[in-house]
């Protein structure tokens, strides 16, 4: 059976600075609960803390991340903060602060603390399947992952992760009419979250897929008539469908460049879709989205 908890320690546990701050934390704190511990090489205390609390995170494997912030490096977010004294550890949830402390405390307590902060995200029972579904779905065990999937909606029938992550595995599987019609059962509650709202990303572009003419000859013809904005629309949406989405999305962006308003704006309509489709704070969204935004205000 594959560790749902199997992550790398860079995953888990990393350096951040004010730069990445946005990335590491409020987005990332959209997914898995984020622990920030705001620290100082002079801090006695801190040195004390940090390996603790970094033990206490990875026996939580996987369930939470942590963040490390040196204070004196990264003065404006800890002013933004209002960090007083060192060590300060916050809890961050949905992009908010929602627990912490000051101080040093007993591995016990850090224990606590960090159980407490994973609980937000539907630790435990429901939050270990959860992630054993999506990590053998990521593996290719999609009938796996469903049964998993499947499992969390017997005791949960609302759980938008499950119910999401349930759809995916039917698009994984080719099964796109059931993936449909399970997406076409949801209730208006969770038609409307991020997850039921990515698996519908996804079976409209394995739709797509599936009528997707071959790259090469796309990209001749774009490349004979880089107005031709039908062929480059085409051309986007077969190197999307061969797990090619930065080339997908670069292509978007220059006919987006060229005409946004050609046929109905569906450069970039198809460029939300594909980042829909992908987790929120995967670089290739991140990186999409301010290039859209920049030519939407220049």
């Known amino acids: 059976m594959l560790n749902a908890g199997a992550k790398s320690d860079e995953a888990m546990i ?36 940090g390996p603790a609390l970094e033990a206490a995170v990875k026996a939580a494997r996987g369930r939470v991340r942590m963040v490390k912030i040196d204070v004196d490096q990264n003065q404006r977010i800890a002013a933004q903060l209002r960090i007083q004294s060192i060590p300060t550890v916050y809890a961050f949830w ?10 040093a405390l007993p591995q016990s307590e850090l224990t606590k603390f960090v159980e407490k902060a994973a609980a937000l995200a539907g630790a435990g029972a429901t939050g270990e399947l959860l992630a054993q579904a999506e990590e053998f779905l990521v593996h290719g065990a999609v009938a796996d992952a469903a049964q998993a999937f499947a499992a969390v909606l017997m005791d949960e029938p609302e759980n938008a992760a499950a119910f999401g992550g349930l759809a995916r595995c039917h698009v994984a599987a080719g099964n796109l009419d059931q993936a449909e019609g399970l997406l ?46 039908q062929a480059r629309f085409d051309l986007a949406v077969a190197l999307n469908a061969a797990g090619k989405a930065d080339e997908a999305i670069d292509q978007l962006l220059e006919l987006f460049r060229r005409d946004r308003e050609w046929n109905e704006g569906a450069a970039r309509a198809q460029l939300l879709k594909i980042f829909d489709a992908l987790k929120p704070q995967d670089p290739l969204v991140l990186k999409g989205r301010r290039r859209l935004s920049s030519m939407i205000f220049a």
């Open 14 to 49: 990393r350096d951040g600075s004010e730069a990445s701050f946005m990335t590491d934390v409020i987005e990332a704190s959209r997914e898995v609960p984020v622990i920030v511990d705001f620290w100082a090489t002079w801090c006695g205390p801190c040195r004390t803390l």
């Open 94 to 103: 949905q992009g908010q602060p929602v627990d912490g402390f000051q101080g």
């Open 184 to 229: 076409n059962t949801a209730s208006v509650a969770l038609s409307s979250t991020r997850e039921v709202e990515a698996a519908r990303a996804q079976l409209d572009l394995a739709r797509q897929a599936a009528k997707a003419g071959p790259v090469a000859e796309l990209r001749a013809r774009v490349e004979a008539d880089p107005a031709d904005h």
